[in-house]
């Protein structure tokens, strides 16, 4: 098993927000986290990647907890792609990107052969290679994105965890970014909000609410019209197009019952 939360719980100011949770993330496969807005999604990410430390349970990787490995060592291992990102320094394309092979170069040593192609690999599985000499700050916000996940497919992880990697991506970027995260010889675990894409490109599915999981399982067994109606307050119906297709949820109008999310 190449990567697992056993009944994690994390806390800030007194306030649960992971609470007892569990995950067994196949090798190879395509994990998506779905639930609403401070639903815990990007705090289990951080919790997966070692950027925090649970109160309570443990991460493994490897069946190894990682409050044992070098922080260089699990660098080497997981990448992180998180929602926001800045820098004060106006670095090009290519820098931002050169600095997912940081983990790989050891003392004072600079770039190689091997950290150059990984770089180009990664600016042409983004399609950067145009914008490689552009400075960060005269990007857009889905160039940005794009650039950061570069930096992240850079650091030739076996696991990649990513936070809403869609957000400022047109629909094209969106589609290609998940299939090449789905192609990708690596574990992935993506948080999303839309529900079609993560049908569209995950293996498993995890549903948090108030912090807590209320679903897991396959796309088609997650998505139900009572979850979606139970978890994110509106009403929905959800189809499929035969047999092993993905569900298709199509949301109806109507009032939403936004309390949901507290009965978990």
Known sequence: MSLAAERVSWEAGGTIII????ARIEPGSTFGLLGPNGSGKSSL?????GLRRPAAG???VDDLDIAGWGRRDLARRIAVVEQQVSTEIDLTVTEVVALGRTPHRSGWG??????AAAVTRALERTELEHLAHRKWHSLSGGERQRAQIARALAQEPSELLLDEPTNHLDIAHQLALLDLVRRLPVTGVVALHDLNL???F???LMVLAAGRVVAA???????????????YGVRCSVSAAGPGEPPHVRFLPGPTTREC????
């Open 45 to 49: 990410l951080r919790l997966l990647a």
């Open 202 to 204: 995950c293996d498993e």
């Open 198 to 200: 993560a049908a569209m």
């Open 261 to 264: 999310a507290r009965e978990f």
């Open 58 to 60: 443990a991460v493994l």
């Open 217 to 231: 399982g396959a796309p088609a067994d997650v998505l139900t019209e009572d979850l979606v109606r139970d978890v």
């Open 110 to 115: 600079g770039a190689g052969g091997g950290d």
């Open 19 to 22: 609470d007892r949770v569990s």
